[in-house]
């Protein structure tokens, strides 16, 4: 009887370990998906793609910037050369539930944060996540 509890304890600590190790390896890619979100969000406000730019915004946001006016998309006939990207380097990205922030570094310029926000499976760039990152910071 002893053996078959303890046999039945070590295969719930291997469920239970493995369970974990699945999570963790299904969530784990939220830095990488993070870090890809930012960089197409620079890129896309390096090149003045403003689709692309309300395309990765949070939906509260987005629906702001597309009902400016003062926001077009660019005609790629008015552009003389391809659109410039500047080198950047994203780093300290930290998930805390359904949101992130993460810092983006430019030679020659301050670097900034970015806030995020998870939309269903999607990460998106979101201002106002930052009071609920940083409850105690001002906005």
């Given at each position: 009887?002893?053996?078959t ?33 930012v ?39 008015d ?9 950047r ?51």
């Amino acid at each position: 009887m002893r053996r078959t509890f303890i046999a039945f304890g070590a295969t719930l600590v291997v469920l239970a370990a493995g369970g974990s190790g699945l999570y963790f390896a299904l969530r784990g890619g939220d830095e990488a998906d993070i870090r890809m979100v930012v960089d197409r969000f620079v890129t896309a406000v390096d090149t003045g793609d403003s689709a692309e730019i309300v395309a990765l915004l949070c939906p509260e946001e987005a629906a702001g910037i597309s009902e400016n006016d003062d926001v077009a998309a660019i005609d790629p006939s008015d552009q003389l050369a391809a659109p410039i990207t500047h080198p950047r380097e994203i780093t300290d990205v930290e998930v805390v539930g359904d949101i992130a922030s993460t810092r983006v570094s430019r030679p020659n310029q301050d670097s900034f944060t970015l806030y995020l926000r998870r939309d269903g499976e999607a990460w998106k760039v979101c201002a106002d996540a930052k009071p609920a990152f940083h409850p105690n910071t001002p906005s």
